[in-house]
Nanobody
């Protein structure tokens, strides 16, 4: 059974940092691109970043460029989202999911599969 499990969320002050992890199992992790998505209460799920299967390319939504970095370690079946300079508008439940490729944009939600259960990020002073 294919599965992704996120961790690393928590409460941080504005300007702070968190690193999220996404661990895959039950499938060949290195064959898939990984995307990070987020959903704030009352809002639609938003694509944040995507990294190719090899890790050689990545793409970000405009609002996180320069602050967030997506990476992966295929030897550990793990993808990461390093989030710096967090702001209240970044507060959301963050999810990872698989895709075949990353395009110029993070893509459509319907392109992604194997969604994890999410990890909560809160940003407040």
């Amino acid at each position: 059974q294919s599965q992704l499990v996120e961790s690393g969320g928590g409460l941080v002050q504005p300007g702070g940092s968190l690193r999220l992890s996404c661990v895959g199992s039950g499938f060949v992790f290195e064959h898939y691109a990984i995307g990070w998505w987020r959903q704030a209460p009352g809002k639609e799920r938003e694509g944040v970043a995507c990294i190719s299967s090899s890790g050689s390319s990545s793409t970000y939504t405009d609002s996180v460029k320069g602050r967030f970095t997506i990476s992966r370690d295929n030897s550990k079946n793990t993808a990461y989202l390093q989030m710096n300079d967090l702001q209240p508008e970044d507060a959301a439940t963050y999810y990872c999911a698989t895709n075949w490729v990353c395009g110029l944009r993070v893509g459509r939600e319907s392109d992604y599969d194997n969604w994890g259960q999410g990890t909560q990020v809160n940003v407040s002073s």
